[in-house]
């Protein structure tokens, strides 16, 4: 499962860079996913939400294209983040 992995790294980078900022993945209040096989990597991104995603889990969207501009990647993830008190 290659695309599970990947989800899994993506998520770790965007994680690493909230960190950077002094955030974490409790400051996500929205996620938009971007795949180009939603048929395969749906499941995978489902998995990899429940598991790496803090409680309560933000609002996601999920989309399937037909191609990434990221230059030959399948997945793209953009957290929207709140750093408020």
């Known amino acids: 499962m290659i695309y599970r992995v990947r989800l899994t ?8 860079i ?15 996913i971007y795949l180009s096989n939603l048929s395969r990597d749906f499941e995978a991104v489902n998995e990899v939400w429940k598991e790496m995603m803090p409680n309560p889990k933000p ?10 501009p990221a230059g030959g990647t399948d997945v793209e993830i953009e957290f929207v983040c709140y750093d408020g008190p």
């Open 9 to 16: 790294d993506t998520t770790q980078n965007l994680e690493a």
């Open 18 to 32: 909230l960190f950077a900022s002094g955030m974490d993945l409790t400051n996500v209040i929205k996620a938009n």
């Open 59 to 68: 609002a996601r969207t999920c989309v399937g294209v037909a191609q990434l």
